[in-house]
């Protein structure tokens, strides 16, 4: 067997310097995520001390973030594809953690919309760089493990801003706030923004301790920007297909993600102190979903199947319904909804690794926008759709706030069987899509 085969990817990275690469991106998706999370603990005390009104409180978490984020991905992909990874990837963790100080000096609505729109900004950044970056210095058959271990940031970031969150929510507000020099008093909500942001800033410096393009790969880019359409016409049924099945699984897990606190508070009575704690302990369980995505998908494209990556979503797929109809509409028991909940979690992540096979079927230079366009289309379906018509089946559907669980088994159900339809749909162009990418690599001589 060749050892340097096997430890080392055809650009010559090291197992230990892949497995570094792959460790700070983590980090920094985990800090991404805690920043973007941690304004929803907070909505009481933002509404009161802003004095604004349910619908403005959704448009700074929703809209402000999401729309932005979305709207910046395709840009921000050319950028990638163009410019300097590591300089893209410090501006954009220092935007987001300065955006995120910034929300915690915010004393108006609009100040606070304004800095949201910066976190979405800078984020816009990391994730294109991450998948690309990944691609191009893993092997093959462990790059979707690599971005599955790198997607664990994000229930990791979420479950740390719970947890952080309430800790320093509680402390600062027993000692009534903060007051820094120039700035003058603050909040206890504005210190959390405070405390959670400002290190972020540090962690962009570790973007220079990992690889960039290389320098010819810079300069095709540069000439590849007219590729890009073409590409996507090319290949618009395998990126419909493929990328719109992962995003409708996205629209469930969002859903869940944004009502599940409501159904346990509103049919079961448990106190908010209490679902803080529950939840984060359900959104850790994603990890194993992520790590099941990689291992299977790279396992089975290893073995030769070209679509390995959209099987074991396709497979948990019905699951995924059964458990929700089970769990949110005929369940009265709150132990069995939290393990139909723990479970589910783990098969909504599973999915993750579709974005992987799309950066495999397409060439280095267009995978910053390639993964910007996967990311766009999963926030922009998932946070615009997902707790929008959860919502619209509580108030128009069963008219009942406490009826928001069978809502959500509703919504999963008919979105599950359409992604259902689209991972089936998408199996043959995902073949042909790998197949075309590996004989242009024998044809440029890659």
């Known amino acids: 067997m060749n050892l340097r085969k096997v430890t080392e990817n055809h650009d010559g990275t090291s197992a230990a310097r892949q497995r570094y690469i792959v460790g700070i991106l983590l980090l920094m998706y985990v800090f991404a995520y805690m920043d973007r999370t941690i304004l929803s603990l907070m909505v009481d005390p933002i509404k009161h001390s802003l004095r604004i009104s349910d619908i403005q409180f959704s448009l700074v978490h929703g809209v402000a973030f999401g729309l932005f984020y979305a709207l910046l991905g395709l840009p921000m992909g050319w950028i990638v594809d163009r410019f300097s990874k590591r300089w893209v990837l410090f501006w954009g963790i220092f935007s987001w953690s300065a955006a995120t100080v910034s929300c915690g000096l915010a004393r108006s609505f609009p100040a606070l919309v304004l800095s949201r729109f910066g976190v979405g900004a800078g984020e816009a950044t990391l994730v294109p760089v991450a998948y690309t970056t990944i691609a191009r210095t893993l092997p093959k058959h462990r790059t979707a493990m690599g971005i599955a271990i ?45 405390v959670v942001g400002a290190p972020g ?101 290893k073995a030769g199947h070209k679509d390995g990556h959209l099987l074991p979503v396709l497979i948990c797929t019905p699951f995924i319904i059964l458990l929700s ?105 995902a073949r042909a899509a790998i197949q075309r990418m590996e004989r242009d690599e024998i044809g440029h001589g890659s």
């Open 150 to 194: 790198f997607s664990m940031g994000s229930v990791t970031g979420a479950a740390l801003a719970i947890g952080i969150g309430g800790y320093l929510i509680a402390w600062l507000t027993r000692i009534g706030g903060v007051s820094l020099p120039l700035v003058g008093h603050l909040e206890p909500w504005q210190g959390v923004f405070l």
């Open 201 to 301: 800033i540090l962690v962009a410096l570790l973007a220079f301790t990992l690889p960039d393009a290389p320098r010819d790969q810079s300069h095709r880019s540069a000439g590849a920007s007219e590729a890009f359409l073409p590409f996507v016409i090319k290949n618009r049924a395998y990126l419909f297909f493929s990328v719109g099945g992962l995003s409708l699984t996205t629209v469930i897990a969002n859903g869940m993600n944004a009502w599940m606190p409501a159904l346990l508070m509103r049919r079961y009575g448990l106190p908010v102190s209490e679902v803080g704690l529950v939840m984060s302990i359900v959104i850790l369980n994603g990890i194993f979903g992520f790590a099941a995505s990689g291992y299977f998908a790279d396992r089975l494209f």
């Open 325 to 429: 109809i089970v769990g949110f509409y005929f369940s009265t028991d709150v132990r069995l909804t939290l393990i139909c909940a723990a479970l589910l979690l783990p098969l909504l992540s599973i999915g993750n690794a579709i974005a992987a096979h799309v950066q495999l079927s397409t060439p280095p230079a267009l995978r910053g926008r390639l993964a910007a366009l996967t990311v766009a289309a999963q926030h922009f379906t998932g946070l615009t759709l997902g707790p929008l018509l959860v919502a619209a089946v509580t108030d128009h559907v069963f008219r009942n706030p406490i009826d928001v669980g069978r809502s959500m088994a509703v919504v999963a159900t008919g979105v599950g069987l359409l992604s259902g339809v689209f991972y089936l749909a998408a199996r043959k162009y």
